[in-house]
């Protein structure tokens, strides 16, 4: 008996009862490999020593101190090593405890950015179809997932309009080059901006790469400039979610770098604790830090547990593991394996109809025909048979699927920690593709 509202009502999953570098072990002894970092969060796998120890000498000396009065000083080392460097111009953080929360404060800073720029006219955000950006409210509205929205959307606010996302997969008509299925992209962008009325538009907002909604669908070359481009003539902030895809897990620490632009505000979580603590924030352009600087001089947001002193002292250690243990190279050269372990063993498939992704971050987008890309019936849950066809051979993945506009796509994402080694990346596409050939034979 379970007193817990568990996502599945009818049934509670096991219980995880310990963790050690990649490896989860549930009650009864079943020991999985944690493929994906829960939701590509354990960036660190299980049980680091640094970051255990870190959080143990914070905890001796300090839990919790109230962000009206205090500031501590875990929070402001994790914000000098974040943007102290102003990496892309982001000079400010701004800590919360999920990404969510991130995605809640990136909404109301970018809107007190408008009053305070005395463009109080600027209400509307334009976001992506197919994109995640969280489940409260504020960012359920700014996210395209259908099935998701469903049942609240009679409450969610209409400030949020939608236009396509990268997804070349399916979206690329026959024949269209990547420049000219950028410009289509580019140019409904701003029509949209047209339609709202140019003037109105507070931000756009995208995953950098697409994560939970889209399976790490990467944006082509030219995408993410050409759409700052229209932001920029419309003098619109660009508001980057790398929730899913930012601290690393792409290979460089901010998803950013390799498209060739920088947004106005980020919003990470995930990778910035590493699951040891439940820590999401912002990082914020000094251009758009000044706007409330010189205006009201605060941000008119807050929760209890900003910038809390033990999820900071966390979040510091796993950045100082990630910088100290150069793991970002580590996460190219396993990324690498990963994906060609993947294409070797699923690429010719009948049913695999896309293998895409970035650093350890990849997906496999599950079809019932690769010739015409149609998908699998969703009454099949392909996506799910294969999570547990996959935890049975001792392999923890994610799924998703009947999230695609009523298109109905099943995909698969291993997100591995950045501490894996070659063996461990063996292990996983065996594993992998033993469960992908299981759950889909006979269906
Ligand atoms: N944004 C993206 C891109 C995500 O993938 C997620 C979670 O999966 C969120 C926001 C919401 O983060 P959280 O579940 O920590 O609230």
């Known amino acids: 008996m379970t007193h817990i509202v568990h996502r599945n009502l009818r049934e509670a999953p096991p219980i995880a009862a310990s963790g050690r570098g990649i490896w989860l072990t549930d009650a009864s002894g079943h020991e999985v490999i944690d493929g994906s970092g829960g939701a590509a969060v354990a960036c660190l796998g299980h049980g680091h020593p640094h970051v255990v120890a870190a959080m143990k000498a914070q905890i001796d000396r300090l839990c919790y101190a109230h962000t009206a009065l205090f500031t501590a000083e875990s929070a402001e080392r994790l914000a000098d090593m974040l943007v102290g460097h102003a990496p892309g111009g982001l000079t400010h953080a701004y800590f919360v405890s999920s990404g969510s929360e991130g995605m809640e404060a990136a909404?109301?800073?970018?809107?007190?950015?408008?009053?305070?720029?005395?463009?109080?006219?600027?209400?509307?955000?334009?976001?992506?179809?197919?994109?995640?950006?969280?489940?409260?409210?504020?960012?359920?509205?700014?996210?395209?997932?259908?099935?998701?929205?469903?049942?609240?959307?009679?409450?969610?606010?209409?400030?949020?309009?939608?236009?396509?996302?990268?997804?070349?997969?399916?979206?690329?008509?026959?024949?269209?080059?990547?420049?000219?299925y950028v410009a289509r992209l580019a140019a409904e962008l701003e029509a949209e901006f047209q339609r709202l009325g140019p003037q109105n538009v507070i931000a756009f907002c995208a995953e950098t790469v697409v994560g939970a909604t889209l399976g790490c669908a990467t944006a082509l070359p030219g995408y993410f400039p050409a759409m700052k481009a229209v932001c920029e003539r419309h003098g619109a902030?660009?508001?980057?979610?790398?929730?899913?895809?930012?601290?690393?897990?792409?290979?460089?620490?901010?998803?950013?770098?390799?498209?060739?632009?920088?947004?106005?505000?980020?919003?990470?979580?995930?990778?910035?604790?590493?699951?040891y603590q439940p820590i999401g924030g912002i990082l914020v352009h000094g251009r758009v830090i000044e706007a409330l600087t010189k205006g009201s001089g605060t941000f008119k947001h807050g929760h209890t547990y900003q910038a809390h002193p033990v999820a900071c002292a966390a979040a510091l250690a796993v950045q100082e593991a990630i910088r100290d243990e150069n793991l970002l190279d580590n996460v190219k050269a396993m990324g690498a394996l990963l994906e060609q372990g993947l294409v070797?063993?699923?690429?010719?498939?009948?049913?695999?109809?896309?293998?895409?992704?970035?650093?350890?971050?990849?997906?496999?987008?599950l079809v019932k025909d690769r010739a015409s890309k149609a998908v699998f019936d969703p009454a099949l849950a392909v996506n799910e048979r294969v999570k547990m066809e996959a935890f049975k051979r001792g392999l923890a993945c994610y799924p998703m699927g009947g999230t695609i506009d009523g298109k109905h796509g099943d995909h698969v994402i291993l997100a591995p920690p950045y501490v894996c080694t070659e063996a461990d990346i063996a292990m996983i596409v065996d594993r992998f593709g033993a469960a992908v050939e299981a759950a889909v034979a006979g269906v």
């Open 344 to 365: 070797e063993r699923l690429g010719n498939h009948a049913h695999v109809g896309d293998i895409r992704g970035r650093g350890l971050f990849w997906a496999v987008e």
């Open 237 to 275: 902030l660009l508001i980057l979610d790398e929730v899913m895809s930012g601290m690393g897990r792409t290979g460089t620490l901010h998803g950013w770098e390799q498209e060739g632009i920088t947004p106005d505000i980020q919003v990470i979580a995930k990778g910035l604790g590493g699951g």
């Open 107 to 180: 909404l109301k800073i970018a809107r007190q950015w408008a009053i305070e720029a005395g463009q109080a006219q600027r209400t509307k955000f334009i976001a992506r179809r197919q994109s995640y950006h969280g489940n409260t409210l504020g960012a359920l509205a700014a996210g395209g997932n259908a099935m998701r929205r469903a049942p609240y959307a009679p409450i969610l606010s209409d400030a949020f309009s939608h236009v396509s996302p990268c997804y070349p997969y399916r979206d690329r008509r026959d024949g269209e080059s990547d420049s000219d």
